[in-house]
């Protein structure tokens, strides 16, 4: 029985599966390229990324999943023990195939349960997962259950309302599929023929993830840190694979001191791009996922905020009209439809940029209130008028600031001087529109995929 292997043991096996992963890298890459087109220098850093992750996971595992101990009175010893729930049901998406889906797989199994995978937007990844981790290639490892389940989405509906083995979903993906999950569960809790009609949910959603560059960054001698701000926003930020990430930064609030000269290298930043052929290395930008529809949906979010007042700027040219907006940032390779790097400056919160997901390559860029710290009627204001609290980042040198925007923002994640990146040390998780607030990674991840059984020991 797998729960009833020692840690150590099912670690094992998860790091012999993430070599597994190590030693197929440029094919399992090659693979998220051609399925998605992520550019393949990507892709090969998701593939090592992950690997790492898991890796750190393992090393975590004893912590998260230990027993609490405390004594009482009398001879007394209460125990909380962390025990596996059973079946782990995991929905991934495509955008990062394989981080997204560890997410889940790597704690569960390392919690002793057993998982099946739905990864039916990638089914290859799935593939890879179940190859790596469900195979035993030697005498020393043992098989982990785990099974890639390729099923559509209403068959697996079905499972969630009707199948008693499984004891817990996790999601990753869209508000309407995280609405779905919870719809699903909620029809279960009335099927009285489970024997276990009541289960959780993990669900990790969209996000319009604001980033504030505060006034220091560009003053006397720190010019050069506001240009690391910029290149580190705009290129990891906003543009990796094409923009198209739950945490990317998807709007820029910058410091009126600061704003000008931030805009100026966004603008050459994004004009910089190469898009293409998503397996060649030299292409820094990839075809849109979904085709003609995603991109139709920026090209809405563009035009919303070029008539209420944005600056549209492409390849560092402005674009007045809706004729061209259409024309030039959309066009259409062998490898599908791209849709160019696009800057709205001078944005304002009553655009639909500015508080729903833009998934691509579109960046607006607003003026922040002048005040000397982030936070009460200023930029707290403008972060909170989305609904997705998914994460936040603040760029300055000052600890005093950094520390009141870390203390006011509500958001899953805040990050300083970094963002569009999930680590494995600490919780993953997203509050409002993104998500229900259970944590995945860190040791909290642990935590969300066993029960608890408490036990009283009297001397």
Request: hydrophobic fraction near 40%; glycine fraction near 10%; charged fraction near 20%.
């Amino acid at each position: 029985c797998w729960a009833r292997l020692p840690l150590e043991d099912r670690m094992s096996t998860i790091k012999a599966g993430a070599e597994y992963f190590r030693g197929n890298k440029r094919q399992i890459a090659a693979d998220i390229t051609a399925a998605v087109g992520k550019p393949i220098a990507q892709a090969e850093g998701e593939v090592s990324m992950s690997i790492a992750k898991m890796l750190t996971l393992c090393k975590q595992a004893a912590e998260g999943l230990a027993t609490e101990t405390r004594n009482g009175k009398g001879g007394i010893t209460y125990e909380v023990h962390r025990v596996p729930k059973g079946v782990i049901d995991i929905i991934a998406p495509w955008n990062y195939p394989i981080f997204t889906a560890l997410n889940g797989v790597i704690p569960a199994l390392l919690a002793g349960n057993a998982v099946a995978l739905k990864h039916q937007s990638v089914p290859t990844i799935g593939d890879w997962f179940e190859e790596a981790f469900g195979k035993a290639r030697d005498d020393s490892i043992v098989a982990a259950p785990i099974l890639h389940l390729s099923v559509d989405v209403p068959t697996s509906d079905w499972l969630a309302m009707n199948a008693d083995f499984i004891h817990h979903r996790v999601f990753t993906g869209s508000v309407g599929g995280g609405r779905a999950v919870s719809a699903s569960l909620g029809a279960r809790a009335q099927n009285h023929n489970l024997a276990s009609p009541f289960v959780s949910a993990s669900l990790e959603l969209g996000g319009c993830d604001a980033a504030y560059v505060h006034s220091d960054l560009g003053e006397g001698d720190r010019h050069n840190e506001l240009i690391s701000a910029a290149q580190y926003i705009v290129n990891i930020g906003r543009l990796h694979n094409a923009g198209q990430a739950c945490c990317a930064t998807k709007r820029v609030i910058v410091h009126p001191n600061t704003y000008d000269a931030f805009c100026s290298l966004a603008t050459k930043l994004m004009a910089s791009q190469t898009p293409g052929d998503p397996s060649a290395k030299s292409s820094t930008l990839g075809p849109m996922y979904g085709g003609r529809s995603a991109c139709d949906h920026l090209i809405q979010l563009v035009i919303d905020a070029q008539r209420k007042g944005a600056r549209v700027v492409v390849d560092g040219e402005t674009l007045t009209s809706d004729a061209d907006i259409t024309s030039r940032c959309v066009f259409m390779e062998n490898f599908g439809y791209f849709f160019r790097p696009t800057l709205l400056l001078d944005a304002t919160r009553e655009m639909r940029c500015m508080v729903e997901e833009s998934f691509g390559p579109v960046l607006p860029i607003c003026r922040a209130p002048l005040e000397p710290l982030p936070t009460g009627e200023g930029v707290m204001e403008i972060i909170r008028a989305s609904p997705y609290a998914l994460t936040a980042s603040i760029w300055t040198l000052e600890q005093e600031v950094a520390d009141v925007f870390v203390r006011d923002v509500s958001v899953g994640t805040c990050l300083v001087n970094w963002c569009n990146d999930v680590h494995a040390q600490i919780v993953w998780s997203g509050f409002g529109h993104s998500g229900n607030g259970a944590g995945a990674m860190g040791l909290e991840g642990f935590r969300c995929l066993t029960n608890t059984k408490s036990v009283l020991r009297r001397a």
